[in-house]
């Protein structure tokens, strides 16, 4: 578990960017796999999550997740979803001490949000079609809706997919080009003809930084180049392997 030194001096903040490491899955899953949309065991999954809350200081049943579908839909929660509730978003925020709200990962960026004066915390999945779309503001968007004020707000770049390892396609940068023709910035040429390297991490920041927060973080940890620390969706596609292992970043606030 990596943890932040900025959030760390915080009171009544625990938090975590969780590693593959110190689970019990096997195989391709080898480790700390968070992932119920796998097709690892799932009680290998549920106790992987229960460490995980156990690392937090709640309960499983307080380790809130949201089904993800990189969208820019973000959801306010105050405890553990019901059966019947719709879950369908990427990025939560609260305001309710001993519920951690945590996303899921393999190359996307996580985000970890927090006011610690107001006592607002927030966690968002951003990929490259989430932050393009508009995730980040929204997620900030939402916690202002429970007291935050954006001038408090210390946001955490974790472990994501570096510009190294991206490769993409010409039409993949067109969409971010036909939105500004300065998004070039983020792109190189690659050794592919017509492809490019893209830098979701750079992406990401310049989104952040417009939202007049007061401190961005980027932990600068690349999912793909690091195979023992990190679950990664492209290496596994590189590797021609079935499936992939996620792994949580998570924050809560403490009573």
């Known amino acids: 578990m990596i943890k932040v030194p900025e959030l760390e001096a915080m009171q009544r903040i625990s938090h975590g960017f969780f590693t593959r490491e110190g689970g019990v899955s096997s195989g391709i899953y080898k480790g700390l796999n968070v992932g119920l949309g796998s097709s690892d065991n799932r009680e290998d999954v549920l106790e992987n999550r229960r460490r995980v809350a156990e690392k937090l200081g709640t309960t499983p049943e307080h380790l809130v997740t949201p089904y993800q579908i990189h969208s820019t839909k973000v959801l306010s929660v105050s ?46 999945h951003s990929g490259w079609k989430g932050a393009v779309d508009g995730i980040l503001p929204n997620t900030v968007k939402a916690m202002q809706q429970l007291g935050a004020d954006p001038a408090n707000i210390t946001a955490v770049m974790g472990p994501m997919i570096s510009q190294q390892a991206y ?47 007061k401190e961005v973080i980027d932990l600068k940890l690349c999912t793909y180049a690091d195979a023992d620390r990190f679950f990664s969706y492209r290496r596994t596609t590189h590797n021609k392997e079935p499936d992939y292992g996620r792994q949580i970043s998570t924050i809560m606030l403490t009573a």
């Open 79 to 124: 405890g553990p979803f019901a059966e019947e509730d719709d879950k369908r978003a990427d990025a939560l925020v609260t305001n309710t001490p001993g519920v951690a709200i945590g996303i899921l990962t393999a190359d996307c960026g996580p985000i970890l949000f927090v006011d610690p004066d107001k006592g607002v915390i927030g966690a968002a």
């Open 167 to 213: 490769e993409v396609g010409p039409e993949f940068a067109l969409r971010f080009l036909e939105q500004s023709k300065d998004n070039q910035r983020f792109f190189v040429p690659s050794e592919k003809p017509l492809h490019s390297m893209f830098d979701l991490p750079a992406f990401i920041k310049a989104q952040l930084d417009q939202l007049g927060l």
